[in-house]
């Protein structure tokens, strides 16, 4: 039952803040800023991080890196990623819902290209990414609405890591530069 409550305020929320541009593929050479979303609880994500700056330095992008981080860390564990820039669970409301002050500083960037490396469809991912500005989304899996241009899915043999999934995102984007 709280699930079924939980999901109307979400609904409304969603239909009340989503962005009102459109996107759709861009190519490579007409992206001058990103916007990448990662998950900080992975364990790859200092070296996936790295490939996602090492790429963006060469195609001559302005890149911005948020961290996800569920994980409910305890006192004695340090955080390891910048604060501004990191979701903690903490920060989310009894519905599943970032601060507005989240949403309006991640929805003012609006970059040219956003990428969710989240290899989940959790409220969040789905809130942040239909808020975004972003003319053209890339992510792991499909919300609702189609709200990514263009999804990483993982194959039936394996799963992708985040970064296996940027390297095949890479792949792509310089393939319709």
């Given amino acids: 039952m709280l699930e079924f409550i939980k999901n109307i305020f979400r609904r409304k929320f969603i239909r009340k803040t989503a962005g009102k541009s459109t996107s759709g593929l861009l190519p490579l050479s ?21 490939k996602v700056e ?3 330095k060469s195609n001559g992008i302005k890149l911005t890196v ?7 860390k305890g006192e004695d564990e340090r955080q390891t990623t910048s604060l501004d820039r990191t979701l903690l669970k903490k920060d989310l409301n009894w519905w599943g819902r970032p601060s ?3 949403i309006k500083t991640f929805a003012a960037e609006s970059p040219d290209m956003m990428i969710s490396l989240i290899d989940s469809n959790h409220f969040p991912v789905e809130c942040i990414a ?25 194959s039936p043999s394996k799963c992708f890591s ?7 995102i890479t792949r792509y984007l310089e393939t319709i530069r």
């Fill in 30 to 50: 007409a992206i001058r800023s990103a916007t990448v979303i990662m998950d900080a609880e992975d364990t790859g994500c200092e070296a996936c991080k790295s």
């Fill in 54 to 56: 090492a790429f963006c």
């Fill in 66 to 72: 948020w961290f996800f981080d569920f994980a409910g």
């Fill in 100 to 102: 507005m002050e989240t």
């Fill in 130 to 154: 239909k808020c975004s500005g972003a003319r053209f989304k890339i992510g792991r899996k499909q919300l609702k609405d189609r709200t990514f241009d263009l999804v990483i899915e993982d």
């Fill in 162 to 168: 985040q970064e296996e999934a940027f390297v095949e």
